[in-house]
């Protein structure tokens, strides 16, 4: 897989995110704050970590979501595990 | 099931179970799709006797305290007995709390020795409230090969030789201190004695059975009362099994129960209401004839286990449905918050009954549970055998505080003697919630005293230890109320919130309000934010130490004020 830089990394979670959780894509920056942006719950987080799991190839423990609460630090977790 | 009346500790009565079980599964623990390992009672003493050596080496004995913090897993439960065979106190945490938090907890709790899992250590370790610890020993589970851990240990480590010395406890001793909550302002920890925990295990285990072949699936984090009790105690000293994963996912939960044929399962409400979403939604998709006669096996289903559950017909009724659940389910109890009569009818007419209670961490688990006999969507069961519960100062409507008695109520607060003596009186634990009894003897609750929500993930949320991420917004003073204390709704469910009340500051306004208050909001865990804004313009009551006087505040509120003037965010 060719190595991705955070901004793309970020660019395709808002994507991603955007289509899961019918959000306008417009509406969504790399500082928001996803529970709050994508009306969504803990669980559904964790639902969201499964579908960027899928979309990166790559497996993310549920530990990873800890503390994250913005689109760009979710980005940075991931990009670690893309390498 | 060991008879627990013979025992005075929880070390005592694990180390029988360990030996009586001997050839049984106990642990099961798996990660997504793949199972890590299976270990019957004895491979469960081999692990857990190098780690109890090493607590020895230490060394570690009688009434110290040792703090666990990890996901489920295998290791929680071999580190916990290890503490509890050398007579320690285990302090169990919740590893969903920030590092900041641990670290408040850990300080708190004069925690000695901790086990942590490698990515939370990780974390802790750069947590500048770290270094002031007084941890004597750190074991770190599975750091990866090469990972710098500092003076930590690597539990793997942990010593083989001949069998450590067992330590004696009493019932009066201390076996757990239990954070019920508060890492802002006042930490409430738990004392919870052997014979609190052994008491408990044996009312609960009279209404719901363990035997070996029984399979538990841990959720719930173990650190809670609940998963603890029957994640744990319970099925262990009957000799079942206890099937961890090491993810929530949804996806995962699911499939575990059919894979491992799960018996029982606690869940928070919200699980369960996202359980009833999918399998309504899967009701809707059936075509219309499929659909009706699905609809009269419901029926026919509720006709039967009116008085009672009947697993064996409901399998047969409605087969399917028991089968994407494992066909062995019994219970799933749920615990933590309000749990709506709805969800709980629409499992129990699946023949799926739900196991719904009332708890505190301070009464070691549950003080009522439904007994389904019969079962009751409109009530939180009925106290537990041991347990006597009083409502006093009832209203006509014979709404008032419950209050319980029992061997299972903690002795105390840790390090906070006025807390606890306002918390217990001659014997009866205030619970600061309001209720009724019906004639049946069922608990009704409609309310809290206290200024606390629980979130529908289960968690308490006190109001006060929320404010520390408002400070320095510009406003002459503010403060955190739960909008059920400042308005009681005389019933639970919903959601619930909390209101940010602000006096503003003159010249600055309220009107950069809403956008400052939603940024702030963002440094909080997603359960602990504030959902409201409301705007009052008198100076608070406050006491000659000028503390804010928080239910004669929220007294002039309710009064003149409407929740619809709460602004939301």
């Known amino acids: 897989m060719p190595t991705r830089n955070l901004d793309e990394i970020t660019t395709e979670i808002l994507d991603l995110a955007a289509k899961k959780f019918s959000v306008p894509r417009a509406e969504l920056k790399p500082e928001d704050d996803f529970f709050k942006k994508l009306r969504i719950d803990s669980l559904q987080a964790l639902d969201l970590l499964t579908g960027l799991e899928r979309h990166f190839s790559i497996e993310l423990p549920d530990y990873e979501l800890q503390g994250v609460t913005d689109f760009r630090t979710l980005a940075e977790r991931i990009q670690a595990r893309v390498g | 099931m060991l008879d627990l009346s013979h025992y005075d500790s929880l070390g005592a009565a694990l180390g029988d179970a360990l030996d009586r079980f001997a050839d049984h599964i106990c642990l099961i623990e798996a990660d997504r799709d793949r199972e890590n390992h299976r270990l019957t009672y004895r491979q469960f003493r081999e692990r857990a006797m190098p780690v109890a050596r090493a607590l020895e080496n230490l060394p570690f004995g009688a009434g110290n305290r040792a703090a666990i913090l990890m996901s489920n897993q295998s290791k929680w439960l071999i580190a916990a007995y290890a503490i509890l065979y050398r007579g320690g106190v285990i302090v169990p945490l919740d590893y969903k709390l920030s590092a900041r938090e641990h670290a408040e907890l850990l300080a708190h709790s004069k925690a000695e020795v901790l086990f942590i899992e490698y990515p939370l250590w990780r974390m802790l370790r750069n947590e500048p409230g770290f270094a002031a610890l007084a941890l004597r020993a750190v074991f770190v589970t599975e750091a990866p090969e090469g990972a710098e851990i500092g003076s930590a240990r690597r539990w793997e480590e942990c010593p083989e030789g001949p069998a450590p010395t067992f330590v004696p406890r009493k019932r009066q001793d201390w076996a757990g201190i239990v954070y019920s909550s508060g890492t802002g302002g006042r930490p409430k920890g738990c004392i919870l004695t052997h014979e609190?925990?052994?008491?408990?295990?044996?009312?609960?285990?009279t209404w719901y059975p363990f035997w070996p072949g029984v399979r538990y699936l841990s959720i719930l984090p173990t650190n809670h009362a609940i998963d603890f009790m029957v994640g744990f105690i319970g099925p262990f000293v009957c000799g079942a099994a206890v099937v961890h994963l090491r993810t929530l996912r949804p996806e995962f939960i699911r499939d575990a129960f059919p894979r491992y044929r799960i018996t029982y399962a606690s869940v928070v409400p919200l699980v369960l209401k996202n359980v009833e979403r999918s399998l309504r939604a899967r009701f809707d998709q059936l075509p219309p004839m499929r659909r009706r006669v699905l609809d009269g096996l419901i029926a026919l289903n509720r006709g039967l286990t009116r008085r009672q559950p009947h697993p064996r017909i409901s399998r047969l009724l409605l087969p399917q449905v028991h089968q994407a659940f494992g066909g062995q389910l019994l219970t799933l109890i749920v615990g933590g918050a309000f749990t709506e009569p709805a969800t709980l009818q629409f499992f129990y007419d699946l023949g799926l009954p739900v196991a719904n209670g009332y708890g505190l961490t301070e009464a070691c688990t549950a003080i009522t549970v439904n007994d389904l006999r019969p079962f009751r969507a409109d009530t939180v069961g009925k106290p537990l055998p041991g347990v006597e519960i009083r409502i006093t100062d009832?209203?006509?409507?014979?709404?008032?505080?419950?209050?319980?008695?029992?061997?299972?109520?903690?002795?105390?607060?840790?390090?906070?003697?006025?807390?606890?003596?306002?918390?217990?009186?001659?014997?009866?634990?205030?619970?600061?919630?309001?209720?009724?009894?019906?004639?049946?003897?069922?608990?009704?609750?409609?309310?809290?005293?206290?200024?606390?929500?629980?979130?529908?993930?289960?968690?308490?949320?006190y109001p006060e230890d929320v404010e520390h991420a408002f400070e320095g917004v510009p406003a002459k003073e503010f403060c955190i109320f739960a909008a059920n204390y400042l308005w009681p709704a005389r019933s639970l469910g919903g959601r619930e919130s909390l209101i940010l009340v602000v006096r503003p500051d003159g010249e600055a306004g309220a009107d950069g309000l809403p956008a400052l208050v939603a940024e702030r909001n963002r440094?909080?865990?997603?359960?602990?934010?504030?959902?409201?804004?409301?705007?009052?313009?008198?100076d608070f009551p406050r006491t000659a130490s000028l503390k804010i006087k928080r239910p004669e505040l929220a007294r002039q509120i309710a009064e003149r004020v409407e929740r619809s003037a709460v602004i939301d965010l």
């Not at chain 2, 014997?427 to 600061?432: A, D, K, P, Q, R």
């Open chain 2, 196 to 205: 609190n925990y052994l008491e408990q295990c044996r009312s609960l285990t």
């Open chain 2, 394 to 461: 009832a209203g006509p409507d014979g709404v008032g505080e419950v209050q319980a008695r029992a061997k299972s109520i903690m002795a105390g607060y840790l390090d906070d003697p006025g807390l606890t003596a306002e918390t217990i009186v001659d014997g009866w634990l205030h619970t600061g919630d309001l209720g009724w009894l019906d004639e049946q003897g069922h608990l009704h609750l409609v309310g809290r005293e206290k200024n606390m929500i629980v979130t529908e993930g289960g968690k308490n949320v």
């Open chain 2, 523 to 538: 440094r909080l865990a997603d359960f602990k934010r504030v959902s409201g804004l409301l705007v009052w313009e008198s």
